[in-house]
């Protein structure tokens, strides 16, 4: 057991921060998980009215992705990070004076708009304290720490949500600022000067070395990147039904318990992650990072697909582990493959272009289904997610199967 945690030894200082910051804003994490139940139970949407705000709520996280991906590779990626993820804190805190206003619906949107433009800069920052050999274990490691305070988080709000919801808000952004007050004492800015970009442009991988123009042009240079994440989008997809249909499903068969069994849905996803993402990683580390992401697409179909035949809870409580365990593979290896394939002066902007593309299918998910639910009721869904995921299973493994054959082309090549 402990030889599996030695992947974790050798990482730089900073990314053990991060790695305490995280675990400390998660255990706050308690707003999002709970949005699609605050939106109906406590402010009385229907479900496609859920739907839609949840949509605007993840497609203001666009645009401010993509800003953030600009002014964190012009101004650095911690400033960033502390002015804007501080902006989303006191908007929550704000949310808790406001009752079961619509306001506080908007001002969600504005919270998820000001975490789009920090999020860039975190992905960014891991990628320039990191190399290819060690990336998988850094973002595995965040990713832990993500989960170690979520184990709590959920269980904590699931209690608060029906007599204390504005604690809910009001604990959001406390451990958020106390999470940035870690970032801001114990971790430097990572930006890479230019006389460094310089120095070490020369031992940089193809896809890594510096780019001259703008974002779109670098893009276009790297056509399996914007296929991958194309992809990738239809399992986001599929994965944002876990905060979108599950608790319409349990409210469905569960009512007024419905809450406190989507809080506990939660934390199991989240002990899942603590078991199994040492175990996840060592097993799959000789494969590349686009196959390991492939597998989350049986697993996926598995996790969600099998909701369609269950009334009861426990069954539920299987079909979390399948789709925890593919949440695992999707975001220790989604990173990596991007960070592998992001120039050094483009990082900040190439991850936000994950964000982008790959949220494409988080913000459509709750609007699109939402529509669905209405019209054929929310057991239909875990029919149509399993042949999304199945289906992005098909083309990732095609796509990894091209990028192979490109580049055993271009060694050909060269030596003709």
């Not at 945690?5 to 999002?32: D, E, H, Q, T, W």
């Not at 004076?97 to 992905?123: E, K, Q």
């Not at 310089?198 to 042009?217: H, I, M, P, R, Y």
């Amino acid at each position: 057991m402990i030889k599996m945690f030695s992947m974790y030894k050798g990482l730089p200082r900073s990314i053990y921060i991060l790695f305490l910051a995280r675990v400390v804003n998660s255990m706050g994490m308690f707003v999002y998980p709970f949005l699609t139940l605050f939106l109906s139970k406590k402010i009385g949407l229907s479900d496609s009215e859920v739907g839609f705000y949840m949509l605007l709520a993840s497609t203001t996280f666009v645009p401010g992705a993509f800003i953030g991906g600009k002014l964190t590779d012009h101004f650095g990626r911690k400033k960033i990070l502390l002015i804007f993820q501080s902006l989303a804190a006191l908007t929550f805190i704000s949310c808790g004076f406001m009752g079961n206003s619509m306001i506080v619906t908007w001002l969600l949107i504005t919270a998820s708009l000001f975490n789009g433009i920090a999020d860039p800069s975190t992905g960014a920052m891991v990628t320039d304290l990191t190399e290819p050999k060690n990336r998988k274990a850094a973002f595995s490691l965040l990713y832990l720490g993500i989960n170690i305070g979520v184990a709590i988080g959920p269980i904590i709000a699931g209690f608060l949500f029906e007599n204390y919801t504005r604690w809910i808000f009001w604990g959001d952004g406390l451990t958020t600022v106390i999470a940035l007050s870690l970032v801001l004492i114990y971790v430097p800015d990572t930006k890479p000067t230019e006389e460094e970009i310089k120095q070490t442009n020369d031992k940089l991988s193809e896809n890594e070395k510096a780019e001259l123009g703008s974002v779109f042009k670098a893009l276009l240079k790297r056509p399996f990147l914007i296929g991958f994440a194309v992809i990738y989008s239809l399992l986001t997809f599929s994965y944002s039904q876990h905060a979108f249909s599950i608790p319409l499903q349990l409210n469905d068969i569960f009512g007024d318990a419905s809450s406190k069994m989507f809080g506990t849905i939660m934390s199991v996803n989240a002990i899942v992650v603590l078991i199994m993402t040492v175990p996840l990683t060592n097993l799959t580390k000789k494969l590349k990072p686009v196959q390991n992401v492939s597998i989350v697409g049986i697993l996926y179909a598995l996790g969600f697909g099998m909701i369609y035949y269950i009334d009861y809870f426990p069954f539920f409580i299987i079909s979390t582990m399948f789709w925890t365990m593919g949440e695992i593979l999707a975001v220790t290896n989604v990173g990596v493959y991007i960070a592998n394939h992001s120039p050094i002066t483009h990082r900040g902007r190439f991850s936000s272009f994950l964000n982008i593309l790959s949220g494409a299918g988080y913000a459509l998910g709750p609007a699109m289904m939402g529509i669905y639910i209405e019209s054929y009721g929310v057991r239909q869904v875990w029919i149509l997610l399993f042949f999304i995921s199945i289906g992005a299973f098909i083309l990732l493994n095609l796509h990894h199967r091209l990028e192979v054959w490109s580049k055993k082309k271009k060694v050909l090549v060269r030596k003709s």
